[in-house]
């Protein structure tokens, strides 16, 4: 059981706008720190997408965005390519005093382009 | 280029020991927190580590406190995770990553290696 919250799989056609959700607690999201993205592709390490919530590393095209409100976070995708099928995580930090203290991940989103 | 490129995993034997090392290229590695994240096979990511820049404060998860140590040494550019007592559920790809910034803690990883497998079976 991840300490974020996200739907397991998304879809979308090609062209398409989806959203990935990560829902957290007042221990972490909730608490003020910061969300961030990765995209992991197949075989391969996770690559940072979005960073600070919002902040796009260089490189990383505009059709990604990423938004925070309250207790949760959202990615969004437009113009879906087929080269974005990929597991997508959220990440943050969570300052519990159980367990679940630390650097924590969404259980992760698998995206299917349709 | 930043280059972080692990080593070390194995096949062992659950109650075993193993040491796990990162090489890292770049950067200025002793200006820079490190940490360790697993990713079990077919499943999520899962922090595992921290240790700062100078090797004065560490950090693990709950999962693998007391028994897994991070350690560096800045004179090789280099990180270590010594694993004692695994167990099967520590069977993952264990990566090193590197912070998008030098100071302060909660920043996200800019950069990864290609991780190396670990298999805790008898």
């Known amino acids: 059981q991840s300490v974020l919250t996200q739907p397991p799989s998304v879809s979308g056609a090609p062209g398409q706008r989806v959203t990935i959700s990560c829902t957290g607690s007042?221990?972490?999201?909730?608490?003020?720190?910061?969300v961030h993205w990765y995209q992991q592709l197949p075989g391969t390490a996770p690559k940072l997408l979005i960073y600070?919530?919002?902040n796009r590393p260089s490189g990383v095209p505009d059709r990604f965005s990423g938004s925070k409100s309250g207790t949760s976070a959202s990615l969004a995708i437009t113009g879906l390519q087929a080269e974005d099928e990929a597991d997508y995580y959220c990440q943050s930090y969570d300052s519990s005093l159980s367990g679940s203290r630390g650097w924590v991940f969404g259980g992760g989103t698998k995206l299917t382009v349709l | 280029e930043v280059q972080l490129v692990e080593s070390g995993g194995v096949v062992v034997q659950p109650g075993g020991s193993l040491r796990l090392s990162c090489a890292a290229s770049g950067f200025t590695f002793d200006d820079y927190t490190m940490h360790w994240v697993r990713q079990a096979p077919g499943k999520g990511l899962e922090w595992v580590s921290l240790?700062?820049?100078?090797?004065?404060?560490?950090y693990y998860a709950d999962s693998v406190k007391g028994r897994f140590t991070i350690s560096r040494d800045n004179s090789k550019n280099s990180l270590y995770l010594q694993m004692n007592s695994l167990r099967t559920e520590d069977t993952a790809l264990y990566y090193c990553?590197?912070?998008?910034?030098?100071?302060?803690?909660?920043?996200?990883?800019?950069?990864w290696g290609q991780g190396t497998l670990v298999t805790v079976s008898s």
């Open positions: 240790i700062s820049w100078d090797g004065g404060s560490t």
């Open positions: 990553a590197k912070p998008l910034y030098s100071s302060g803690w909660y920043h996200p990883f800019d950069y």
């Open positions: 007042s221990s972490n999201i909730g608490a003020g720190y910061d």
């Open positions: 600070g919530n919002s």
